[in-house]
């Protein structure tokens, strides 16, 4: 989990915002199950949503808050991430797909976002190990 809390720190979001968090469980949820950045509204936001017991409307403006720290604070670094250059602020699903793609966890072809195929990160630290899960739903649970 520090993994994607350092990314999300690289990008300029702060634990200070509640879409920190959200965000965070939102992308091992999705580095887990690719398929949930297909169905965002009806599997992804519930679920972040029932680990912090809140409503899926919550997660949804949350997570979007997020992407626009990310946006305003380090658009660089996620243009980076992305492979490509980003004309506007990417939509929820598509943000959590780049941030996703950048720890190793799922090529973009997958995501069915129409962007061409990525590079995988190549360091096999940066990559979320089985069992993460777990560690993840234990340190949000606290």
């Known amino acids: ?5 350092d990314l999300l720190y690289q ?6 915002y509640t879409g920190f968090f959200h965000t965070a469980y939102a992308i091992s949820l999705c580095a887990e199950q690719p398929d949930r950045l297909l169905l965002v509204t009806k ?4 679920e972040v949503a029932r680990q912090y017991g809140t409503n899926w409307k919550a ?11 990310i946006w305003r604070e380090n658009q660089s ?10 004309d506007q602020r990417p939509r929820n699903a598509e943000m959590l797909s780049i941030l996703v793609s950048s720890l190793g966890a799922v090529p ?25 899960s777990d560690e993840i739903s234990q340190v949000m649970a606290v």
């Not at 990008?11 to 200070?16: E, K, M, R, S």
């Not at 599997?43 to 519930?46: A, E, K, S, V």
């Not at 670094?77 to 980003?86: D, K, Q």
């Open 1 to 5: 989990m520090t993994i994607i809390y």
């Open 11 to 16: 990008l300029g979001v702060t634990a200070n």
């Open 43 to 46: 599997w992804l936001y519930p």
């Open 59 to 69: 997660v949804e403006r949350n997570i979007r808050t997020v992407s626009c720290i």
């Open 77 to 86: 670094l996620l243009e980076e991430l992305a492979h490509r250059r980003l």
């Open 108 to 132: 973009l072809a997958i995501q069915g976002l129409g962007e061409a195929g990525g590079a995988k990160n190549s360091d096999p630290q940066a990559e979320i190990q089985p069992g993460d």
